[in-house]
């Protein structure tokens, strides 16, 4: 394991967090996965949950695949979080105006969230994706993406934080962790010796590679990497494919999406459902 956290530290190509971190624990090597236990505390953890209630509504994501996301979820002021924002930043190594608002999200029994990238399609200025170049990496490396015209930003980063212990379902899954091998195509493994843009096929249903599952525990912080830093490429890792199985126990969950460059437009960069509310979602500071 050891190794593992050197080669990682080599590869400049990724974000890299603080790996000093005591309690760090890589879960599986490109795409790097890592979690760390206790990232939150439990009152944090409650807070955070009892915060987010009263504003949950239906979520929605950009894919150009028609797939199910069935979970609620809310943003809060970052105000209203400045010691956990902090935190995460500190742990990813970024300036804290590079952290998205925090989203919170709950799963009740049987909601869902399907195959999906956390990063975000370049801007195409309103044609097509090319066929193998499925999620404008090309048109990002230009012109960035759409709201945000600065050549590369992306997500480079997320940081997912459970918020309660799950004992049945909800578990986070990345099941295409060679993403397109079942397919004969040209990445999976080989993607981090070549890197290009890629088409985005893969085995949907089946999974192509290992597969690495987390079951939720409350405060666990679980790190993984959608793209590459804009001065590798800023390619996106389709290896780093994941879903949100269906819920049986109720799941809530913390999601901070880092980026590559500070101070964004969230605005103008992000879905309604992710910008900063206009009011606290409640008196509570954590």
Same mark, same amino acid.
């Given at each position: 394991?050891?190794?593992?956290?050197?080669?990682?530290?080599?590869?400049?190509?990724?974000?890299? !967090?603080? @790996?000093?971190?005591?309690?760090?624990?890589? @879960?599986?090597?490109?795409?790097? !996965?890592?979690?760390?236990?206790?990232?939150?505390?439990?009152?944090?953890?409650?807070?955070?949950?009892?915060?987010?209630?009263?504003?949950?509504?239906?979520?929605?994501?950009?894919?150009?695949?028609?797939?199910?996301?069935?979970?609620?979820?809310?943003?809060?002021?970052?105000?209203?979080?400045?010691?956990?924002?902090?935190?995460?930043?500190? @742990?990813?190594?970024?300036?804290?105006?590079?952290?998205?608002?925090?989203?919170?999200?709950?799963?009740?029994?049987?909601?869902?969230?399907? !195959?999906?990238?956390?990063?975000?399609?370049?801007?195409?200025?309103?044609?097509?994706?090319?066929?193998?170049?499925?999620?404008?990496? *090309?048109?990002?490396?230009?012109?960035?993406?759409?709201?945000?015209?600065?050549?590369?930003?992306?997500?480079?980063?997320?940081?997912?934080?459970?918020?309660?212990?799950?004992?049945?379902?909800?578990?986070?899954?990345?099941?295409?962790?060679?993403?397109?091998?079942?397919?004969?195509?040209?990445?999976?493994?080989?993607?981090?010796?070549?890197?290009?843009?890629?088409?985005?096929?893969?085995?949907?249903?089946?999974?192509?590679?290992?597969?690495?599952?987390?079951?939720?525990?409350?405060?666990?912080?679980?790190?993984?990497?959608?793209?590459?830093?804009?001065?590798?490429?800023?390619?996106?890792?389709?290896?780093?494919?994941?879903?949100? *199985?269906?819920?049986?126990?109720?799941?809530?969950?913390?999601?901070?999406?880092?980026?590559?460059?500070?101070?964004?437009?969230?605005?103008?960069?992000?879905?309604?459902?992710?910008? *900063?509310?206009?009011?606290?979602?409640?008196?509570?500071?954590?």
């Amino acid at each position: 394991m050891r190794a593992a956290f050197l080669r990682y530290s080599k590869d400049a190509r990724f974000q890299q !967090i603080d @790996l000093q971190t005591p309690g760090l624990e890589l @879960l599986h090597e490109r795409p790097y !996965i890592f979690a760390l236990p206790r990232l939150f505390s439990s009152d944090e953890c409650a807070r955070l949950r009892a915060k987010a209630e009263g504003s949950l509504a239906p979520q929605s994501f950009d894919d150009a695949v028609p797939r199910q996301r069935t979970s609620h979820g809310t943003t809060v002021r970052n105000e209203e979080v400045p010691t956990l924002r902090h935190r995460l930043a500190r @742990l990813v190594r970024v300036a804290v105006t590079q952290l998205q608002p925090l989203k919170v999200s709950r799963y009740r029994a049987g909601e869902r969230f399907e !195959i999906h990238t956390d990063n975000v399609r370049g801007e195409l200025l309103g044609a097509a994706a090319p066929p193998g170049d499925w999620w404008a990496d *090309e048109a990002r490396r230009e012109r960035g993406v759409p709201g945000a015209p600065i050549s590369g930003a992306a997500r480079v980063a997320t940081v997912f934080v459970y918020l309660n212990d799950v004992a049945r379902g909800g578990r986070t899954r990345w099941r295409w962790t060679e993403y397109d091998a079942a397919l004969g195509g040209a990445h999976g493994r080989s993607f981090y010796e070549a890197p290009s843009a890629g088409s985005g096929r893969t085995d949907i249903e089946g999974g192509s590679g290992v597969e690495v599952a987390v079951q939720p525990r409350e405060g666990m912080g679980v790190i993984h990497f959608p793209a590459m830093l804009p001065e590798a490429g800023g390619y996106t890792d389709y290896n780093a494919y994941h879903e949100a *199985e269906a819920a049986i126990d109720e799941k809530w969950v913390a999601q901070q999406f880092i980026w590559s460059h500070p101070r964004l437009d969230w605005r103008r960069v992000l879905e309604e459902e992710n910008w *900063e509310p206009l009011r606290r979602r409640s008196s509570d500071t954590i």
